[in-house]
């Protein structure tokens, strides 16, 4: 075997490939499903909570502010091993999917309530003036006024977070999740090969490379003026 | 006293510090139906904080404001309600950048009246029909000029048919190509028989538009009358100053 060969048999062994496509197809499967449950849950708990600080009720914003910092601040594996493994002491037992969803979904949010806060802050205190000027109230102007702005604002941050956070779904290993990352370990340790870990990286490449261009064409289409 | 007998819009003793810094000293300020009051002063003379405290946008710390005699100020008043009754224009436009012409108009009308969407279209047109904008409802605020901004920012309080109008330097942020536009729209609210105060440093529409004049320094009303009085005739050396440096 010349050296390309055996580069080859590790990386492409087709015989592998063939035989663990199939898993690591459902693995693709799980992860899809998971991220656009991760991104919906996330980006929705995050703005209402980015809502909610927008009344500016001290002990609310200030918990409100915690839980943003302090999920942010933890490195997601550490919650999920804290979380997997320490809630069934307390008798609650959830499975490996449900734990990462949850831990990433409350890191999303964390993260999707700061940005979404910056872009409310950053509405023009004259819209506000304007709306309430017109008998709007409080609420009104946030939800038809600001919040539209807003969001606006902060498309291009909000999906590189997601895109981000989804991408960590491959934790989700360690506690035996059978996403892709899941689905190919276990195949490279029966077949004793890594062509399941290349098969794995081309299945993220292919789910996350459009998104990565589609969040450039935001940047580009939302930076500046309005859209 | 009957509802007709009311001034349109009476400010009572009003009072506001920022701080330690007191900005308006005991404003006393009664306009009648149909008048256009305009205010003149210095810059910091407190001419905003006045035209603010009359919407509460500003919250004074006491004095009493009225609108055809009902209760602005104090505790219990439907603030949302009262303030459809007085329209505001500000010096930066402040549209809503994401709505159309026609949105920002409709905005109010359907979010605060209720309206139906097609009563409201109805009534938004109208108001931007009066501004000389109907032919421009369906474009977004950064599709039209600063002028053309500011008459559907007028169409917007317009629309709400409200009592009183106030505006705040509605021309200072314009081009001076387009300031007549702006005046020129002012002049037919006027005409229609909206009461309005303005705040503004177009003198010469001061001196053809208003029916009184009031010139303001350092938190004081210090004089008033008819323009010709407040231009060729000030009683006061703060006016006379004034205006030989504003004209000078
Ligand atoms: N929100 C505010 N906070 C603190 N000071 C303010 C605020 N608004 C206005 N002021 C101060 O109040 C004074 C009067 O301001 P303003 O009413 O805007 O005057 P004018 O419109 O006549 O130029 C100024 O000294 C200004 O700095
Ligand atoms: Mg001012």
């Known amino acids: 075997m010349t050296g390309f060969e055996r580069f080859i048999d590790t990386f492409w062994n087709t015989a592998v490939l063939v035989r663990y496509a199939p898993a690591i197809l459902q693995g693709v499967g799980v992860t899809v499903v998971l991220s656009l449950l991760i991104v919906i849950c996330g980006i929705a708990l995050g703005a209402g909570l980015a809502c909610v600080r927008a009344y500016r009720v001290r002990p609310v914003s200030f918990v409100i502010v915690i839980y943003a910092d302090v999920l942010r601040a933890l490195p997601p594996l550490v919650l999920i091993l804290?979380?997997?493994?320490?809630?069934?002491?307390?008798?609650?037992?959830?499975?490996?999917?449900?734990?990462?969803?949850?831990?990433?979904?409350?890191?999303?949010?964390?993260?999707?309530?700061?940005?979404?806060?910056?872009?409310?802050?950053?509405?023009?205190?004259?819209?506000?003036?304007?709306?309430?000027?017109?008998?709007?109230?409080?609420?009104?102007?946030?939800?038809?006024?600001v919040l539209p702005q807003a969001t606006r604002m902060v498309i291009p941050?909000?999906?590189?977070?997601?895109?981000?956070?989804?991408?960590?779904?491959?934790?989700?290993?360690?506690?035996?999740?059978?996403?892709?990352?899941?689905?190919?370990?276990?195949?490279?340790?029966?077949?004793?090969?890594?062509?399941?870990?290349?098969?794995?990286?081309?299945?993220?490449?292919?789910?996350?490379?459009?998104?990565?261009?589609?969040?450039?064409w935001l940047e580009t289409r939302f930076s500046g003026g309005r859209a | 006293m009957t509802k007709r007998a009311q001034p349109t819009l009476e400010v009572r003793a009003l009072h506001k510090s920022f701080g330690t810094d007191p900005v308006l000293k005991g404003i006393d300020?009664?306009?009648?139906?149909?008048?256009?009051?305009?205010?003149?002063?210095?810059?910091?003379?407190?001419?905003?904080?006045?035209?603010?405290?009359?919407?509460?946008?500003?919250?004074?710390?006491?004095?009493?404001?009225?609108?055809?005699?009902?209760?602005?100020?104090?505790?219990?008043?439907?603030?949302?309600?009262?303030?459809?009754?007085?329209?505001?224009?500000?010096?930066?436009?402040?549209?809503?950048?994401?709505l159309t012409a026609l949105g920002n108009v409709t905005l109010a009308l359907r979010r605060v009246q209720k309206m139906p969407r097609a009563a409201a279209a109805d009534a938004a047109l109208e108001a931007l029909t009066q501004v000389g904008l109907g032919d421009r409802a369906g474009h977004y605020p950064a599709q039209l000029s600063g002028g053309q901004q500011?008459?559907?920012?007028?169409?917007?309080?317009?629309?709400?048919?409200?009592?009183?109008?106030?505006?705040?330097?509605?021309?200072s942020a314009?081009?001076?190509?387009?300031?007549?536009?702006?005046?020129?729209?002012?002049?037919?609210?006027?005409?229609?028989?909206?009461?309005?105060?303005?705040?503004?440093?177009?003198?010469?529409?001061?001196?053809?538009?208003?029916?009184?004049?009031?010139?303001?320094?350092?938190?004081?009303?210090?004089?008033?009358?008819?323009p010709a009085q407040i231009f060729d005739a000030p009683r006061e050396d703060r006016t006379r100053a004034f205006l030989s440096r504003v004209s000078g």
Request: proline share 5%; aromatic share 8%; net charge neutral.
């Open chain 1, 82 to 145: 804290l979380v997997f493994f320490g809630l069934p002491n307390l008798g609650i037992r959830l499975s490996a999917f449900t734990v990462l969803f949850l831990v990433l979904t409350l890191v999303l949010a964390a993260f999707a309530e700061e940005i979404v806060w910056a872009g409310i802050t950053a509405t023009p205190k004259g819209q506000w003036e304007a709306a309430r000027s017109t008998g709007l109230g409080f609420t009104q102007t946030l939800g038809w006024v």
């Open chain 2, 150 to 171: 500011q008459r559907v920012a007028i169409a917007r309080a317009l629309a709400l048919r409200p009592t009183v109008m106030l505006f705040d330097e509605p021309t």
């Open chain 1, 157 to 216: 941050p909000l999906t590189n977070r997601a895109i981000a956070i989804t991408k960590m779904t491959a934790l989700g290993m360690v506690i035996g999740v059978p996403d892709i990352l899941g689905q190919a370990t276990t195949a490279q340790s029966f077949s004793a090969n890594a062509t399941p870990l290349t098969l794995a990286a081309v299945a993220y490449v292919l789910l996350f490379l459009p998104l990565v261009v589609f969040s450039r």
């Open chain 2, 174 to 226: 314009l081009d001076p190509e387009l300031v007549g536009d702006v005046l020129d729209v002012m002049r037919e609210v006027k005409a229609q028989g909206m009461t309005m105060v303005v705040v503004s440093h177009e003198m010469s529409f001061a001196r053809e538009a208003a029916d009184r004049v009031i010139f303001m320094d350092q938190g004081r009303i210090v004089e008033q009358g008819p």
């Open chain 2, 29 to 98: 300020l009664i306009v009648q139906r149909s008048e256009m009051v305009f205010v003149l002063g210095p810059s910091g003379s407190g001419k905003s904080t006045m035209l603010r405290c009359c919407n509460r946008l500003e919250e004074p710390d006491s004095g009493e404001i009225f609108v055809e005699g009902d209760r602005l100020t104090g505790p219990g008043v439907n603030l949302n309600a009262m303030r459809q009754r007085i329209g505001m224009v500000f010096q930066s436009f402040n549209l809503y950048p994401h």
